[in-house]
């Protein structure tokens, strides 16, 4: 018998993971393995939205969005990982709801216009357009009941939320609606002083990035521009470096600030501080990463298990909805 509660939550497989993502949403999914039947989705078939054009990125990123995951604690013990394109039911649960979608609702979804603006699209394809309705569909065909996830996916869930009652209402089926649990982090800024952290816009700190590589790109990140010298006195409030700390060393965060502001500490010393406490969060990710690295094999299992475990559930959602739906003879 399993009282837990359901989590499913994933990311696009369109490159590795960075510590946006691990302040973002990684870190609470470590905690929240052993309280939650945890679900972890590789969404590929929602890659190919913006890159459909670059498969063997997509594949190789399925490999390294999962050993992110893994790294950093995730238990495959506890867990289930699945990848999206094995599983049936999202395909077919895709289908069926967007019969009960309207386009001009999708064409207004906040999260749509931010990335259709980013990636530069005007005439936007079905596909990316329809992509909530696809996440309804990964978020319900194993009746999660939560969603942990950034404010970005605020109205993603609320397409789901609609969905569900629509179809419950209309069929009388019994499916879940599902809430979204906000991270409770702040956003973590790109080293470039951007107020995100991204691939494409090269100012990220990756969680398989080397000691060496960490060094040099926080030894690069934007401070006080004013602060010139070592004897100025430095204004925290506009310094990157200053926002990591407040991130990952809160304890000391004040007093940082205040060597800082009093000129008492420069900024080579401050960025040093920094990067040792970043090196030392990502040290254990680095070994269990190596681990996972040298037993690719062991990856592809977890993924084939999580997987079929997920199908069977998404079966089984799959059939009472078409019985509910008359699709059957
Ligand atoms: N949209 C998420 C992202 O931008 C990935 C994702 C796909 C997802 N399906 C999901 C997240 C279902 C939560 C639930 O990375």
Redesign the pocket.
Known sequence: MNEKKRI?????TTGKLHLGHYVGSLQSRVKLQDEYDTFI?L?DI?ALTTHFEKPELIKESIYEVAIDNLSVGLDPNKITMLL?SKITAIAELTVFYSMVVSVNSLRHNPTIKTEAKQYGYDDLSYGFLG?PV??AA??TFCNADL???GD??VP?IEVARKIVRRINDLYGTNINEPEIMLSSCPRLMGLDGNAKMGKSLNNAIYLSDSDEEVNKKVSQALTDKNRISIKDKGNPDICVVSKYHQIFNSDDYDNICEMCRNASVGCVACKKQLSKSLNGLLAPFREKRAYYEAHKNLVRDIIEEGSKKANIEGNKTVEALKKAMSLSL
């Open positions: 499913l939550t994933g990311d696009r989705l969404a929602q999206q992509y696809s996440q990964d978020i969603v942990p996830g970005d996916q993603h």
